[in-house]
């Protein structure tokens, strides 16, 4: 059993920062990649930003410049540094990773979410 925690959600004016964090517990053999993504009312969810286990990052396109996605594959940790943020960044933001809970050969890899943390972008 795997289970993602994210924090540091909140309330923020147009301009501010915020970083959110994603940690996970449980089972897991290994992680081969992260992501956040975020899901406004009335909307889809949609990719913001991922990070795979060689390194690769990528980015939505509205918020390049200004968001920084990092994970640690040893630590089952990710992480988003949100800068300049606008109203429209306001959504719940849910964290995702691919983990493999035993070996990935034999059991392949499964898609792990987070409960969700809102962000408010807001004067």
């Known amino acids: 059993q795997v289970q993602l925690e994210e924090s540091g959600g909140g309330l923020v004016q147009p301009g501010g920062s915020l970083t959110l964090s994603c940690v996970a517990s449980?089972?897991?053999?290994?992680?081969?990649?992260m992501g956040w993504y975020r899901q406004a009312p009335g909307k889809e969810r949609e990719r913001v930003a991922t990070?795979?286990?060689?390194?690769?990052?990528d980015y939505e396109e509205s918020v390049k410049g200004r968001f920084t996605i990092s994970g640690d594959f040893t630590k089952d940790t990710l992480s988003l540094q949100m800068n300049s943020l606008k109203p429209e960044d306001t959504a719940v933001y849910y964290c995702k990773m691919n983990i493999a809970t035993g070996n990935p050969i034999h059991e392949g890899t499964n898609d792990y979410w987070g409960q969700g943390t809102q962000v408010t972008v807001s004067s």
């Open positions: 449980g089972t897991i053999f290994a992680i081969y990649s």
């Open positions: 990070i795979r286990n060689i390194g690769n990052t």
